[in-house]
């Protein structure tokens, strides 16, 4: 198979171009074409030769991911793409808008093997990674796509980024580098179930990236109930990660919790989080759980969530609720990659 060109950093691009004996304007050219024009194929390369466009085509592909659908929300404008990859697997994005500016999610894996009990992602289990280009593809598509610049790029869709971690850091590292969508790192979040070791080697990049931490249950117990990872890595060990990273990086972390009825929402689970958060530089989001069918977890009502927020909220924790985007569509991580497997197309 040949080598796939997107995932070549621009100082790597240079060497390689340098190797098949191209002069260095010319990489500079191909990388602005790849990742500043975001071009899907060498024949769209129109200031390079003929010539090298079919050296090129020869002897290197670029990750297809191609558009099969994208629905609107007429609530809130959010919009979920499925993506069809080179190997026929399918993978979900999301493009929010925001007065901010226009936020991507993308997914890191196709499938995930982590298992948390009321997340869609996992249920048919981890099929592959995804290359460095196809997390790129994804939010190059959908700048194409909206017409509009991303300003936002969050890696909480399908998959555990840091079981993907090799893939992960070329992509961040192309993503926000100066020659290409130049994507400021403080507008990128990186979301984990807490994959410990990993976050050891996240925060020595010291990158200015947002690290969010799926914790759902303030104690060890309540967390291991919702998330099989908890029974691997402690929550006690887990939080001394937490500290190594704003210690290394200066960037606070973000917790993400998300109320499930009955099983986290209670005044004695308000308390837990209140001892575990109340000594730590973060920001905590919670998430009422987007219910999926395959799972009988319901979302607490609105005053059970608001009183949960305003317990935290007293204790001087910094907390919002995520407002819930595009609910009308398949909203919770996964379901629109489901439903489409689940109906027949591509693989499962
Ligand atoms: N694997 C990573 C990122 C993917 S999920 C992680 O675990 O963080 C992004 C966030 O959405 C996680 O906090 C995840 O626990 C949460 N999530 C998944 N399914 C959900 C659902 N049905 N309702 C609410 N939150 C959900």
Same mark, same amino acid.
């Given at each position: 198979?040949? #080598?796939?060109?997107?995932?070549?950093?621009?100082?790597?691009?240079?060497? =390689?171009?340098?190797?098949?004996?191209?002069?260095?304007?010319?990489?500079?050219?191909?990388?602005?074409?790849?990742?500043? #024009?975001?071009?899907?194929?060498?024949?769209?390369?129109?200031?390079?030769?003929?010539?090298? $466009?079919?050296?090129? &085509?020869?002897?290197?592909?670029?990750?297809?991911?191609?558009?099969? &659908?994208?629905?609107?929300?007429?609530?809130?404008?959010?919009?979920?793409?499925?993506?069809?990859?080179?190997?026929?697997?399918?993978?979900?994005?999301?493009?929010?808008?925001?007065?901010?500016?226009?936020?991507?999610?993308?997914?890191?894996?196709?499938?995930?093997?982590?298992?948390?009990?009321?997340?869609?992602?996992?249920?048919?289990?981890?099929?592959?990674? /995804?290359?460095?280009? &196809?997390?790129?593809?994804?939010?190059?598509?959908?700048?194409?796509?909206?017409?509009?610049?991303?300003?936002? !790029?969050?890696?909480?869709?399908?998959?555990?980024?840091?079981?993907?971690? =090799?893939?992960?850091?070329?992509? /961040?590292?192309?993503?926000?580098?100066?020659?290409?969508?130049?994507?400021?790192?403080?507008?990128?979040?990186?979301?984990?179930?807490?994959?410990?070791?990993?976050?050891?080697?996240?925060?020595?990049?010291?990158?200015?990236?947002?690290?969010?931490?799926? /914790?759902?249950?303030?104690?060890?117990? #309540?967390?291991?109930?919702?998330?099989?990872?908890?029974?691997?890595?402690?929550?006690?060990?887990?939080?001394?990660?937490?500290?190594?990273?704003? $210690?290394?990086?200066?960037?606070?972390?973000?917790?993400?919790?998300?109320?499930?009825?009955?099983?986290?929402?209670?005044?004695?689970?308000?308390?837990?989080?209140?001892? !575990?958060? #109340?000594? $730590?530089?973060?920001?905590?989001?919670?998430?009422?759980?987007?219910?999926?069918? &395959?799972?009988?977890?319901?979302?607490?009502?609105?005053?059970?969530?608001?009183?949960?927020?305003?317990?935290?909220?007293?204790?001087?924790?910094?907390?919002?609720? $995520?407002?819930?985007?595009?609910?009308?569509?398949?909203?919770?991580?996964?379901?629109?990659?489901?439903?489409?497997?689940?109906?027949?197309?591509?693989?499962?």
């Amino acid at each position: 198979m040949k #080598k796939d060109i997107r995932v070549y950093t621009y100082e790597q691009l240079h060497r =390689e171009m340098e190797i098949q004996g191209e002069k260095a304007f010319r990489a500079k050219q191909i990388y602005e074409w790849l990742h500043v #024009k975001l071009a899907d194929s060498f024949s769209e390369m129109t200031n390079l030769s003929k010539e090298l $466009r079919s050296q090129l &085509e020869a002897s290197w592909q670029i990750a297809p991911v191609s558009m099969l &659908e994208c629905q609107e929300s007429r609530l809130d404008g959010t919009r979920k793409f499925l993506f069809r990859l080179g190997d026929g697997n399918v993978v979900e994005s999301v493009l929010m808008p925001y007065k901010h500016g226009n936020s991507v999610c993308i997914s890191s894996q196709v499938g995930c093997r982590m298992g948390c009990r009321f997340c869609a992602s996992t249920i048919g289990g981890l099929e592959r990674n /995804l290359t460095a280009s &196809e997390m790129l593809g994804q939010v190059y598509q959908i700048q194409k796509q909206s017409g509009e610049r991303v300003s936002n !790029v969050v890696v909480m869709g399908t998959g555990e980024p840091l079981d993907n971690y =090799e893939n992960l850091l070329v992509f /961040l590292q192309i993503l926000t580098g100066e020659h290409g969508l130049h994507i400021s790192q403080r507008n990128v979040t990186i979301s984990t179930c807490g994959i410990i070791p990993k976050m050891y080697e996240l925060a020595k990049e010291h990158l200015q990236i947002t690290l969010a931490i799926s /914790l759902h249950g303030a104690t060890q117990e #309540k967390r291991a109930q919702l998330m099989p990872i908890a029974n691997q890595y402690k929550l006690s060990d887990l939080l001394i990660a937490c500290d190594d990273y704003f $210690r290394e990086t200066g960037r606070r972390i973000t917790f993400e919790y998300s109320l499930v009825h009955g099983i986290n929402d209670t005044e004695k689970d308000a308390e837990a989080l209140i001892f !575990v958060l #109340k000594e $730590r530089n973060c920001h905590l989001n919670l998430i009422p759980v987007n219910p999926i069918k &395959e799972r009988n977890f319901q979302k607490p009502d609105r005053k059970i969530a608001q009183n949960f927020k305003n317990k935290l909220e007293k204790s001087g924790i910094n907390v919002t609720i $995520r407002r819930e985007m595009g609910a009308d569509i398949d909203g919770a991580c996964g379901q629109l990659r489901r439903s489409y497997v689940q109906n027949g197309g591509g693989k499962a």
